[in-house]
């Protein structure tokens, strides 16, 4: 008999049939190592030919405007998709908004509209601030779409027909803010406002009610096995390490079976549930499936689905790390590559609320420090596996030091025209610069060169692993090493009617040229306005700044230079303008009216 193994060794076509067969039912005979075999592979595998890449963020909720949580989300999966893109992957990259539920129906309400023309409203404000932001997404989603419509009513008919589905009653406790059910072990006793007695959700604070009605029930119970075989097989299933622990934590306990969907008579804002009118499909199993739907599913998205990475936030893991790989699963569809996980942004070491007038507006915000400002601090200070603290005077602090003093002036400095009167990539004198120590440079400076050269795969490494801050805490060092390598040999000191001066002067030039070329291509997923300022000044034309293209120095290594001897691109001015305090000052943000505590 063949083992699933052997199968997996077949044509992608194959693949796609061992995928959709009865592998991935809960209810198949396979051996536990059998059914690892096949999780990992749909987990991980693709056609080796086949470079598609397809990331997505959560899709926002739109009870209230957005805020600098959301923006974070969409500049992590806007890097990732840049990146992919440098390295020749067809990526598709998708963001919206998700626009059914109670809370919907109850802000529409209080706001006096009717639930589209509400959503409609907000959901364009994510747009502009998307689109102000330079987020280059593929496909922007809406739930309330035909297409996804479509999409939600075929995937619940086929967990229907597969037995997954079935009518039940449902008895328990319900969070309404966070459209999530809970176990007695995830509830608490409160206080209100007023002193009242209430139950709030442990995680979430929001909170809760008891909630009895007959509805439909997805037999997640069934699924527990599976979901830890494919975490247990694919630890890097689930980033960073620290959710994936968290994951499989849950997973410990019993996994009751979920309600999917709320009596129409309390719950009209939705999908209906195909063939019952009086039911309406769970706002979560509507909103997962926008994944599938941007994918192009039910008819043709196996393409995109097999690459699908999904971005979320740390309060939306357990829908992401078990609800959805349970109900693909249950459909016969291959699982996630990865879930990349991000935690959330305080400021004062406080939740952002609106009645604490604490939100930060990023819009505002990104008006004020630019958009590659905002995205190059997101990306900078966020660390995925802890919240992370928002200040205004930090990010003018970071963006001065690394982007307009550090960065911006080597570049002013290798550039000016009283070092580089001829505006050119001037050459490399390999006798000043040896491949052997001899010449005119010193220790740190084959130092430098090591750095920069590796840095490359360094970042790589980083971006992979959504460790994003950590690349540019490697590229940050190494510029700071490629304005020691100026200060210390003083270019400006060098007798020009000396030829040797020259010669090394020259050199100093082409190898900060050099090193500056590297970080302005790597640093195009995160600050892709400023990466194309810097590499037109020097000359890089766009079919030269592919991730192909970071060969560092090859006149070091004996090879030709492509820009050597070449004129460089016109001054545009300052890279990077510096940030005043006393600006800030006159612009003290404004309280949004719409935003909700997050």
């Given amino acids: 008999m063949r083992t699933p193994l052997l199968l997996l060794s077949r044509s992608c076509k194959s693949v796609h049939r061992l995928q959709q067969s009865p592998f991935f039912s809960p209810l198949t005979a396979l051996s536990r190592q059998q059914r690892i075999a096949v999780l990992r592979y749909s987990s991980t595998h693709s056609c080796e030919d086949d470079k598609s890449y397809y990331i997505t963020t959560p899709i926002f909720y739109v009870n209230a405007s957005p805020h600098l949580g959301h923006l974070y989300s969409a500049v992590i999966a806007d890097c990732l998709h840049r990146y992919k893109l440098l390295q020749g992957f067809n990526s598709r990259f998708a963001t919206g908004t998700d626009e059914h539920g109670l809370k919907i129906q109850q802000a529409a309400e209080a706001a006096g509209k009717d639930p589209l023309t509400f959503c409609t409203d907000v959901s364009e404000r994510f747009k502009h601030l998307f689109n102000s932001c330079n987020i280059s997404y593929t496909d922007y989603i809406r739930t309330t779409e035909h297409r996804h419509r479509q999409a939600v009513k075929h995937f619940w008919s086929v967990l229907c027909d597969k037995g997954l589905i079935y009518k039940g009653s449902y008895e328990g406790w319900y969070s309404t803010q966070d459209e999530s059910f809970l176990t007695a072990s995830q509830v608490a006793d409160a206080l209100d406002s007023s002193g009242t007695e209430i139950k709030v959700s442990l995680e979430s604070g929001h909170k809760v009610e008891w909630m009895k009605e007959e509805n439909y029930m997805f037999r997640l119970s069934a699924f527990r096995s599976q979901l830890l075989d494919w975490l247990r097989g694919n630890p890097g299933s689930v980033q960073p390490e620290r959710f994936y622990h968290a994951v499989l934590h849950w997973l410990q306990e019993d996994l009751p079976d979920l309600s999917v969907s709320r009596q129409r ?4 804002w939705g999908i209906p549930v195909p063939g019952d009118a009086e039911q309406t499909i769970y706002v979560w199993l509507d909103a997962l499936v926008n994944y599938l739907t941007v994918a192009g599913y039910p008819d043709k998205h196996e393409q995109w689905w097999n690459m699908a990475h999904h971005v979320v936030g740390k309060d939306i893991l357990k829908f992401h790390a078990i609800y959805w790989p349970a109900f693909l699963l249950g459909a016969g569809l291959p699982l996630p590559q990865t879930i990349y996980v991000h935690s959330h942004w305080t400021v004062g070491g406080k939740k952002m609320s609106k009645s604490l007038g604490n939100v930060v507006d990023p819009l505002e915000r990104s008006q004020m420090f630019t958009t590659d400002g905002m995205r190059y601090f997101l990306l900078r200070q966020g660390v995925p596996d802890s919240d992370c603290d928002y200040t205004d005077n930090k990010v003018i602090k970071l963006l001065n030091a690394e ?3 550090s960065l911006g002036g080597l570049l002013n400095r290798c550039t000016a025209p009283a070092l580089n009167p001829a505006q050119v990539y001037p050459s490399f004198c390999p006798q000043s610069f040896p491949s052997e120590q001899g010449g005119r440079a010193v220790v740190e400076d084959y130092h430098m060169l090591d750095a920069v050269r590796n840095l490359p795969a360094v970042v790589e490494q980083h971006y992979e692993s959504t460790h994003v801050y950590k690349a540019l805490e490697a590229i940050a060092a190494c510029v700071r090493k490629t304005n020691g390598f100026v200060q210390r040999h003083a270019p400006w000191k060098l007798d020009r009617r000396d030829s040797e001066d020259q ?9 900060s040229l050099e090193c500056l070329r590297i970080y302005g291509t790597l640093l195009q ?10 590499l037109s000044r020097l000359g890089v034309r766009p079919g030269e700044r592919s991730w192909a293209d970071v060969n560092f120095l090859p006149r070091y290594q004996g090879m030709d230079c492509p820009f050597e001897g070449r004129a460089l691109g016109s001054d545009s001015g300052v890279l990077f303008s510096r940030l005043e305090s006393q600006n800030l000052d006159k612009q003290k943000p404004k309280k949004t ?3 909700n505590s997050i």
């Fill in 265 to 268: 008579s309390r719950l009209q």
């Fill in 403 to 405: 982007l307009a003093d």
């Fill in 503 to 511: 010669r090394w002067l020259d050199t100093i030039i082409h190898v």
């Fill in 525 to 534: 997923p995160i600050v892709p306005g400023i990466s194309n300022k810097l």
């Fill in 593 to 595: 009216k719409t935003a």
